[in-house]
């Protein structure tokens, strides 16, 4: 259950106060004070009422006698401190100065203010996207992590701070944490979101993506917010064809785990769905293996060359050991890699077309959330998806011993907008 409701709607001009904003820039404001001193998603910011004030103001004198008003107006969204914000320091979870991090605004955050949204803050990230130590607790629970590098994010959305929130995915940095903290995640396809103006990871792997409490919200911020959005309406009279994956893929959890996607498919198919048993396009050994965390940390180590011959006594043991690793990846296998991800796209779309399959589903995470201090998640349902680019999605969808549990659904790489519409179907019947 989440905790506190909070919506990107109402949108009717109708909805908003006399001479006020969106109603859940007052639950924001009422909250913040009350749980994020539990919570702690957001990087502590200096002066942080007089910047939101300042903004407010501006939005209400921008707007002020406009019946009709962009659809974010007066909406906070939390934003990953990977993405530079004007007026707002990027330390990237990391200890390096900030002053070597901070950018220039992307086009992401640029759309963002054009469509009326406040910046509510830079949310907690691990060291870099990659790993590290976060103050930040789940709202269910706080004893458990809140997931991976987008943990700031999923929380605050999860908490009600703030009804739409911005992270980064490389392996499974919006999925698990959706999936942890109960809201909708949804990663799109390899670049379809610009990257502009966002501190990377590996750039074969890096992809933004968003966070909200249910599909409806996605649905407006997707539309919204990435590039050339098209609406799809056969997807929403129709029901998909779901496709498992075969082999050790479906192995990468806990009974319990899968004790509950299986009465989650039993249920699908129960309500007229068809499901199918499919043999995939990958090695098992390439799903439990580390090809793509070497891929990941050889991309890192080129990412980083400059800042880290500077500032190499400024990063955490787990960052620098990555890039030293990453240092000893030749170009050779990277280039075999980045070959590798493109073949498996075409592949996986091949058999999707060869066995009418139109979405993946699986277990969003092969567990619950785990306890502060004992990993932040699992990448095994996740980071093939993300190697092939393709646009997933983690809908809350069940419960294991009072902690969530996400529903993960995959599809076609560049079909983000099929996706979405299908997805509202089998969040109902879940």
């Known amino acids: 259950m989440l905790l506190n409701q909070t919506s990107i709607l109402p949108l009717a001009a109708s909805d908003f106060p006399e001479n006020g904003l969106h109603p859940s820039w007052d639950l924001f404001r009422q909250r913040y004070e009350r749980l994020e001193p539990q919570i702690h998603a957001f990087v502590a910011e200096e002066n942080a009422g007089e910047r939101l004030a300042r903004d407010e103001g501006f939005l209400l004198k921008n707007y002020a006698g406009n019946a009709e008003k962009p659809v974010f107006y007066g909406v906070p969204v939390g934003i990953k401190d990977l993405l530079h914000v004007e007026g707002l320091p990027t330390r990237a979870g990391s200890g390096l100065p900030a002053e070597v991090l901070t950018g220039p605004e992307g086009s992401l955050i640029r759309r963002l203010r054009s469509l009326g949204a406040l910046i509510a803050g830079k949310t907690v990230t691990e060291e870099f996207a990659y790993n590290g130590p976060i103050a930040t607790r789940n709202p269910h629970h706080t004893d458990h992590t809140p997931g991976g590098s987008s943990a700031g994010s999923a929380a605050a959305v999860a908490a009600g701070l703030c009804p739409l929130a911005v992270g980064t995915q490389t392996l ?20 379809r979101v610009p990257l502009d103006g966002v501190v990377l990871l590996a750039p074969s792997f890096d992809t933004v993506g968003f966070f909200t409490q249910n599909v409806s919200d996605m649905q407006v911020a997707a539309a919204s917010l990435l590039p050339d959005w098209r609406n799809q309406h056969q997807q929403a009279c129709s029901k998909p064809v779901l496709g498992i994956p075969q ?33 995939m ?9 580390n090809a793509m965390l070497r891929f990941l940390e050889g991309e890192m180590a080129r990412e980083h060359a400059l800042w880290f011959g500077r500032y190499a006594e400024c990063y955490g043991n787990p960052v620098r050991e990555a890039i030293l690793r990453g240092r000893e990846i030749s170009d050779t296998e990277l280039g075999m890699c980045r070959r590798k991800q493109y073949r498996l796209r075409r592949e996986l779309e091949n058999v999707q077309a060869a066995q009418g399959v139109d979405l993946w589903v699986s277990p969003a995470q092969g567990g619950t959330a785990p306890k502060i201090g004992e990993g932040t998640g699992w990448s095994g349902m996740t980071a093939i998806w993300t190697f092939a680019g393709c646009p997933t999605i983690s809908l809350p969808s069940a419960s294991i011993n009072s902690l969530p549990l996400g529903f993960q659904c995959v599809g076609s790489y560049g079909e983000d907008e099929a996706l979405l519409a299908w997805v509202q179907g089998i969040a109902e019947h879940l």
């Not at 319990?256 to 039993?266: D, R, Y």
């Not at 699908?268 to 043999?279: A, F, P, T």
């Not at 396009?281 to 293996?289: S, V």
């Open 247 to 279: 082999g050790v893929y479906m192995e990468l959890m806990s009974s319990e785990v899968k004790e509950a996607f299986n009465a989650q498919i039993l249920s699908l198919q129960q309500q007229g769905y068809e499901v199918k048993q499919v043999s």
């Open 172 to 191: 499974r940095s919006v999925i698990a944490p959706a999936s942890f903290c109960g809201v909708v995640g949804f990663k799109p396809s390899y670049g």
């Open 281 to 289: 396009p990958w090695e098992d050994e390439f799903i439990y293996g």
